[in-house]
């Protein structure tokens, strides 16, 4: 029998698959606490439409209606703008994020403390880590497959 080949689609979505798991693992561990501000476009702006209490936000002094202009220089055009410039926020280091408020520019100084696990409940932290053991079983036993396979000569 001649040995089979995966198509390269195929071998294009398993690697993409398993680099988004492991991102998202790390990302649910490690990943940057929440900053406490909703923001929507809104005509062409990305405006802030919530803030939550004695979050990061409320403490730099967001307020509800704000319009993100820049972050750290970077014009904010779209919330994909605010969310590109979120995954580089530092943690414990001060990020500068002018808003308009009442037509007038006002300069904020953002700072977040911590990682999403660090502001976790227990519950939520338990939830975590069944969630992560179930994908690394499930990519186990995938590699299992693949490798028995492709030892088997089914594929090379």
């Not at 932290?125 to 995938?142: D, E, N, P, Q, W």
Request: aromatic share 12%; proline share 3%.
């Amino acid at each position: 029998m001649a040995p089979k080949h995966y198509p390269w689609h195929l071998v294009v979505f398993a690697a993409i698959s398993v680099i988004g798991n492991v991102y998202l693992g790390y990302y649910l561990l490690f990943g940057l606490a929440s900053d406490g501000l909703d923001v929507a476009d809104q005509s062409g702006r990305v405006v802030v439409t919530e803030v939550e209490a004695h979050a990061a936000a409320e403490h730099a002094g967001f307020q509800a209606g704000d319009q993100l202009l820049t972050v750290n220089g970077q014009r904010i055009v779209t919330v994909v703008d605010w969310l590109a410039q979120r995954m580089n926020f530092v943690p414990d280091q001060p990020t500068l994020i002018q808003v308009e408020r009442h037509k007038k520019a006002v300069d904020l100084k953002l700072i977040i403390h911590g990682t999403l696990w660090d502001e976790s409940s227990n519950s939520f932290r338990a939830s975590t880590v069944i969630f992560l053991a179930y994908k690394l079983i499930t990519l186990s036993i995938g590699l299992f497959v693949v490798c028995r396979g492709w030892v088997a000569g089914y594929w090379s």
